[in-house]
């Protein structure tokens, strides 16, 4: 069974960093809510949950995927590129160590788990706001003997790489082309979001199912019309803290 980490929304959730979008109010008890059916989705498509408690003081850390990324032979500890973010990792490595080893990313790298695409034996790094070079040069260094090259993508634009790109399968992406360097991902079979949907390209497959947002039915279309099967959630009080699907959990693989 695949293992997923989730952790309640914050109470002080409205104080989020952010960085490419315009502030507004969030709904404090719809984002929980929203939240839990994220949960229930994952749940319903056979993962066990470990659901963490919400943290009072960090208002980001329902987006759990920032604080590691999970390979088959180890967990790496990442180190956040917001200040308010970097004691998000504690709870993590808590929660993680019981189930694989770990590796951390150390001073003065920076490194978001949004930021970071694993690709087989590839992993792409968004040099981002959050994410820099020397990150890059540490996990060469880090996982280098798993037989992992790591290789940095500009993006612009947007928070995150995989803002701009994510995966749907093995061969294919989800890609805003406008977002990013694509001659990177030349090798895979590329569904473009739909031009007036350009925070549509964060997808999180799950099993034989892809989870996505309500808020983008075109692209939910192209994705439908190559023939995957779409589990839509509405996260619209998340995104309002530059959240996507992939952001709420970190996933184990069985």
């Known amino acids: 069974m695949v293992l997923a980490i989730t952790r309640e929304v914050s109470p002080r959730f409205n104080e989020c960093e952010i960085t490419h979008i315009e502030r507004t109010p969030i709904d404090l008890n719809t984002a929980r809510t929203q939240h839990h059916e994220y949960v229930h989705a994952l749940q319903k498509l056979g ?18 995927e920032d604080t590691a990324f999970i390979l088959p ?11 308010s973010r970097k004691p998000e990792t504690e709870s993590i490595i808590r929660a993680l160590s019981p189930h694989i080893g770990l590796v951390h990313i150390r001073e003065p790298a920076t490194v978001d788990g949004g930021d970071v695409l694993v690709l087989g034996k590839n992993i792409y790094i968004g040099l981002s706001t959050r994410s820099n070079q020397t990150a890059i ?12 090259t790591v290789t940095g993508v500009e993006v612009h634009g947007c928070l995150h790489l995989k803002s701009a790109v994510s995966r749907v399968d093995d061969r294919t992406l ?53 023939g995957y099967k779409v589990t839509a959630i509405d996260i619209s009080e998340l995104a309002k803290a530059e959240g996507a699907v992939t952001c709420c959990s970190l996933i184990l693989p069985d």
């Open 73 to 83: 032979e180890v967990a790496v500890i990442t180190r956040p590129g917001a200040d």
């Open 47 to 64: 993962c066990e949950v470990i659901e963490l408690p919400a943290e009072p003081d960090l208002p980001d850390s329902v987006f759990v």
């Open 137 to 148: 040069d540490q996990l060469n260094d880090l996982i280098r003997g798993y037989g992992y």
């Open 174 to 226: 989800l890609i805003n082309k406008s977002w990013l360097d694509t001659s990177h991902f030349k090798d895979f079979d590329l569904i473009e979001v739909d031009p007036s949907e350009l925070s549509a390209a964060n997808c999180l497959p799950i099993g034989t199912s892809i989870i996505f947002p309500t808020a983008f039915p075109k692209t939910r279309a192209r994705l439908e019309a190559r």
